[in-house]
């Protein structure tokens, strides 16, 4: 998902994973959110650059596992509807949080 989007940012600590891409790359992601649609888990993630901050408002979506409470398991997502749906419960989600940012200022 590639869209451009200003996120607020907040004064409080940010809960963060470290992803090592397939080239080794190790990458800073906020977590923006842990959902559920369709009966599975999702996770979103904002890429952060060595600053801490994300410039271009790229998220990333993945399927969320937690047989482990201690050490969750992230998928990519595969099949082209499932990431469908996860990216639409994820944008209703942004949806909910842009009124509520709205209706705080």
């Known amino acids: 998902m590639s869209e ?23 990458l800073e992601c906020a977590v923006l959110t ?8 999702y996770i979103a993630l904002l890429p952060l650059d060595e600053n801490g901050e994300n410039e271009d408002g790229d998220v990333f ?3 969320y596992i ?5 050490s969750p ?3 990519n997502i595969v099949d082209d509807d499932e990431y469908e ?3 639409d419960a994820f944008d209703e989600w942004m949806d909910t949080q842009e009124f509520e940012y ?4």
Do not use: M
């Open 102 to 105: 709205l209706d705080e200022e």
């Open 85 to 87: 749906a996860a990216a």
């Open 34 to 41: 842990i959902f559920e649609t369709l009966g599975k888990k």
């Open 4 to 26: 451009k989007n200003n996120f607020p940012v907040e004064e409080q600590e940010t809960l963060t994973v470290t992803l090592t891409l397939d080239n080794d790359e190790e």
């Open 66 to 70: 937690d047989t482990d409470p201690e």
């Open 61 to 63: 979506l993945y399927r």
């Open 73 to 75: 398991d992230l998928e």
